[in-house]
């Protein structure tokens, strides 16, 4: 099964308009973390925001917030007022506990974001 | 504070021949990963070193794959002898602890291989 799903291989949006990535993961752990990475054309892997499972308030990064329902494993990803660099390829990804006290990262497919002028 | 840089970053090679990549993490990070990411997937982690010892491997090939992290610093990945399905960018990764939390994973540039 997969670990981290993401459903939208691509989303189109509008300058200055908001868009939700989403993000539903599958874990017994009780500690555990949630990340999203921007990707651009480029090839680097930025780090963009992260959520703990025992943070009770959503994590938010400028025009970054995740949308954390623990109880529907879902970390969705919310930018607000799209910027035309905001055009990328994003991934979900989580860490879990492995052995020895070490956590365990695991990437989803990603979403490609589009933003339109 | 330099990021983390690897080596090459493009290569071409025929099947079965041999190819090693080098990565150096940020200075201080304990916590080095070597990712697989083929074209249109997300990174797939081969192996993560936590300073000079293995943590996790069980992703690698390892009857063609090794990896190595001598001293807990740099870190060097090879292929022998490659395949067709061995095409894909190499990412290497590093964090400052690894032990959970907001251990943010900073990435290299990666390597883009190509095996013909």
């Known amino acids: 099964a997969q670990k981290i799903t993401q459903t939208q291989p691509g989303m189109f949006v509008q300058e200055k308009e908001a868009v939700t990535l989403d993000c539903t993961y599958d874990?017994?752990?009780?500690?555990?973390?949630l990340f999203w990475y921007k990707q651009p054309s480029s090839g680097e892997m930025i780090f963009l925001i992260y959520?703990?499972?025992?943070?009770?308030q959503n994590a938010t990064e400028g025009r970054y917030s995740l949308n954390f329902q623990k109880a529907r494993k879902s970390a969705n990803l919310v930018i607000s007022a799209s910027q035309l660099g905001d055009s990328a390829m994003y991934f979900c990804?989580?860490?879990?506990?492995?052995?020895?006290?070490?956590?365990?990262?695991?990437f989803g497919r990603g979403t490609s974001l589009i933003v339109h002028p | 504070e330099a990021g983390v840089a690897q080596s090459p970053r493009y290569k071409i090679i025929e099947k079965r021949q041999s190819v090693a990549f080098w990565c150096n993490p940020i200075?201080?990070?304990?916590?080095l990963y070597w990712y697989q990411q083929i074209l249109g997937q997300g990174p797939k982690l081969l192996i993560q070193?936590?300073?000079?010892?293995?943590?996790?491997d069980s992703q690698l090939p390892k009857d063609r794959f090794s990896a190595e992290r001598l001293k807990g610093v740099d870190s060097t990945l090879k292929i022998q002898p490659a395949k067709l399905e061995d095409s894909a960018v190499y990412l290497c990764?590093?964090?400052?602890?690894?032990?959970?939390?907001?251990?943010?994973?900073?990435f290299g540039p990666g390597t883009r291989l190509t095996v013909l």
């Open positions: 959520q703990g499972s025992y943070d009770e």
């Open positions: 200075s201080g990070h304990a916590t």
């Open positions: 990764a590093s964090s400052p602890r690894g032990a959970g939390g907001t251990d943010t994973q900073y």
């Open positions: 874990t017994s752990d009780q500690s555990y973390g």
């Open positions: 070193f936590q300073n000079n010892g293995v943590v996790d």
């Open positions: 990804a989580m860490r879990e506990g492995g052995t020895g006290g070490s956590y365990i990262p695991t």
